[in-house]
């Protein structure tokens, strides 16, 4: 068994919750990948160990799921080419996408490992206006009338990636961070 401390109770349990984004931070090689395969496995209904009640989330058992890796680019760049659409379009395929799962009664989950990578782009290159994507985008999910999920993976804490800006850049960049609950990702002693 994978265990995400103050993540895998919630799945097993907690009737209808409504998170904010989540980023589960572990070292590399800790499995944060492997749970998340184990996590989609789950939502799709194969495999009942992490997930033994889908209607978890939202009261639903059905989900759009959409799986991100992650690279040294700009997640609006990232999102456009996943949702098949322009740059500047990105949001609004967003909010189309979830409207879609709306309307066939399923929720939305949307999945970014390796997500460092995003940020360490967003820390060099252009970060103001990187930091408002990422505020933007955790927003549309993060809408309380939306039936959606982020989930994104880190290998240390998003504060870290932000050690090479501005002050007020580094104070953009919590607020951004404000709109994530971090969780240690924790793998018992006698799994590794």
């Known amino acids: ?9 919630i799945f097993q349990s907690t009737p209808h919750f409504k998170p904010d984004s989540f ?12 749970f998340i395969m184990a996590l989609e496995k ?8 992490l997930v033994n009640n ?12 959409l799986n991100i890796v992650g690279e040294y680019a700009s997640l609006q760049r990232i ?3 996943k949702l098949n659409t322009e740059n500047n379009n990105a949001l609004d395929a967003l909010k189309q996408y979830c409207k879609r799962a709306e309307a066939k009664n399923k929720a939305v989950i949307i999945v970014v490992d390796e997500f ?7 820390a060099k290159n252009n970060p103001e206006e990187e930091l408002y994507f990422i505020q933007q985008f955790c927003e549309i999910l993060n809408d309380h009338r939306r039936k959606a999920i982020l989930l994104t993976t880190l290998h240390q804490n998003f504060s870290s990636y932000a ?11 919590q607020k951004v961070k404000g709109r994530f ?8 002693i006698e799994q590794i």
Not at 23 to 34: A, E, R, W
């Open 1 to 9: 068994g994978l265990i995400l401390s103050g993540l895998y109770p």
């Open 181 to 188: 609950k971090e969780i240690t990702f924790v793998e018992p």
């Open 116 to 122: 460092g990578k995003v940020l360490e782009h967003a």
């Open 42 to 49: 789950g939502l799709r209904g194969k495999d009942t160990s």
């Open 23 to 34: 980023s589960i931070i572990g070292t590399y090689g800790t499995g944060k990948s492997s």
């Open 54 to 65: 889908r209607s978890v989330f939202f009261g639903l058992d059905s989900f759009y799921l």
């Open 163 to 173: 050690s090479k800006l501005s002050e007020s850049q580094r104070q953009e960049w």
């Open 79 to 81: 999102l456009a080419n």
